[in-house]
C-alpha cells in the first residue's frame, strides 16, 4: 500500500521550473503512474480489482511521460486538443483513484479488518467535486475572461483540498494495511 501513496502523491502533486519556455516537473506523474503499476503488481492477490486498473495506470505512464518530455522541450502544445486529451487524463486519474478505494473496500470485506475504506471514499468524492469544480471555472475562465477569476481561483482551492485529503486517507489506509502485515 506503500506504493499506492507515493505513486498518487507524484500524480497529483506538481512542482515545476520554468526557464525559457521549458517546464521541469520535479514530481513527474509518469513516475507515480509507474510506482502505482508496480504496487497493483504487488497487490494484485489482495483484490482483482488492481489488476483491472493496472492497463490505465500504464496508458496513464505513457501519456504523461510523453507529455513530461514535450514541457521539458517546450514542444507541448496548447489549444482545443490539448484541453479535451487534459480533461480525459483527469477523468482517468479519478477513475484509478475510485478503483483503488473499491480495491481497499475489497481487501477489507476479504481480511474483515478496517482499512479506512469509508474515509478513503468520502476523501475521493471530496477530489472529485473539488476537480469537476476546477475544470468547470477555469472553462469558465477561458469563455468568459477576468469576469470569474476569482472563482477560478476558490476552484483551485477546492481542488487542493480534495487533493491533500486523498493523500491523508491512503496514507492511514497505508498504516492500518502495514498494522496488519506486523500483527500476523
Known amino acids: 500500500?506503500?506504493?499506492?501513496?507515493?505513486?498518487?502523491?507524484?500524480?497529483?502533486?506538481?512542482?515545476?521550473?520554468?526557464?525559457?519556455?521549458?517546464?521541469?516537473?520535479?514530481?513527474?506523474?509518469f513516475v507515480g503512474y509507474w510506482i502505482l503499476v508496480r504496487s497493483m503488481d504487488a497487490l494484485s492477490g489482495e483484490s482483482e480489482l488492481f489488476g483491472a486498473l493496472r492497463p490505465f495506470a500504464i496508458g496513464m505512464a505513457v501519456y504523461t511521460a510523453i507529455l513530461w518530455v514535450g514541457d521539458l522541450l517546450a514542444i507541448t502544445s496548447s489549444g482545443p486538443v490539448s484541453t479535451v486529451l487534459g480533461l480525459l487524463s483527469t477523468l482517468v486519474s479519478l477513475y484509478i483513484a475510485w478503483g483503488v478505494s473499491r480495491a481497499?473496500?475489497?481487501?477489507?470485506?476479504?481480511?474483515?479488518?478496517?482499512?479506512?475504506?469509508?474515509?478513503?471514499?468520502?476523501?475521493?468524492?471530496?477530489?472529485a467535486v473539488g476537480e469537476a469544480l476546477s475544470m468547470v471555472s477555469l472553462a469558465l475562465l477561458l469563455l468568459l475572461g477576468g469576469v470569474v477569476g476569482m472563482l477560478a481561483v476558490v476552484c483551485g482551492l477546492v481542488a487542493l483540498v480534495g487533493i491533500v485529503w486523498y493523500l491523508v486517507a491512503l496514507w492511514s489506509t497505508k498504516t492500518r494495511y502495514e498494522a496488519l502485515h506486523v500483527e500476523k
Request: hydrophobic content about 55%.
Open 104 to 127: 481497499v473496500e475489497d481487501m477489507e470485506r476479504i481480511r474483515s479488518a478496517d482499512l479506512g475504506a469509508v474515509g478513503l471514499r468520502k476523501a475521493w468524492m471530496v477530489l
Open 1 to 29: 500500500m506503500s506504493g499506492i501513496f507515493w505513486g498518487f502523491f507524484f500524480v497529483f502533486l506538481n512542482f515545476n521550473l520554468n526557464f525559457n519556455g521549458h517546464t521541469l516537473n520535479l514530481l513527474p506523474a
